[in-house]
């Protein structure tokens, strides 16, 4: 694990309450999980587990992975709050070596994350009939926060292109953030494994 990394996200959880507080989950997650074959499900750099609490408590069994102890320490007091434990697997992972099972998941989010190399991963980690979902941030002129390294940037129309004959995309759209910090360009996702 990227020692460095890890240094870096528990600083930033530490030293920004915000972070630590009740998120409500993705728009296109809570639009689109009940469309997932089953209840087996992957929440990709999950932080303070937003996502993770949201699908939990809809049923699904949950692996939970993210570089930052805090923002896992913090999901683990939420769920001991409001559901039962053992439906969620937390897990201290530098998703810059990490590599799904095959076949394994139901469903897979992804939010304000970026690691291209784990897309095409991540699309052969579902089950027939499965969902990904992705919602991160992209280029664009006017975006508030400057300076972003445009290396954990998508370029305009880019999530669509790693996607084959073998995925159904149910939805995409490029918009504006909605309720955080700097208002910044997104790109979201749903695709299907069919």
């Given at each position: 694990?990227?020692?460095q990394?890890?240094?870096?996200w ?7 309450d915000?972070l ?16 997932a074959?089953?209840t087996r499900?992957l929440?990709i750099?999950?932080?303070?587990g937003?996502?993770?609490l949201?699908l939990?408590?809809?049923g699904?069994e ?11 320490q ?19 992972t530098d998703l ?9 998941y139901?469903?897979i989010i ?14 052969s980690?579902l ?5 990904l979902?992705?919602?991160t ?7 508030e ?11 305009p129309?880019?999530?669509p ?8 995309i149910?939805?995409y ?9 700097y ?10 494994r069919?």
């Open positions: 694990m990227s020692q990394d890890q240094i870096k528990d600083k930033k959880y530490t030293d920004n915000s630590l507080g009740f998120r409500e989950p993705g728009a296109l997650l809570k639009q689109f999980f009940s469309y074959g089953g499900a929440d750099a999950c932080g303070t937003r996502n993770t949201y939990a408590q809809h699904f949950v692996d939970a992975l993210d570089i930052s102890a805090v923002a896992l913090e999901l683990t007091q939420h769920l001991q709050k409001v559901t039962d434990l053992s439906f969620v697997h937390t897990q201290l810059d070596s990490y590599t799904p099972p095959p076949s394994a139901d469903l992804q939010t304000n994350f970026l690691d291209r190399r784990l897309i095409p991963l991540l699309a980690a089950t027939q009939g499965a969902l979902i992705i919602e941030y992209m280029i664009d002129p006017e975006n926060k400057k300076g972003s390294n445009e290396t954990y940037l998508l370029t129309g880019e999530l292109g790693y996607f084959d004959e073998h995925y159904e149910l939805f759209d490029e918009f504006w953030n909605q309720g955080e910090n208002r910044m360009r997104k790109q979201g996702i749903v695709v299907r069919v």
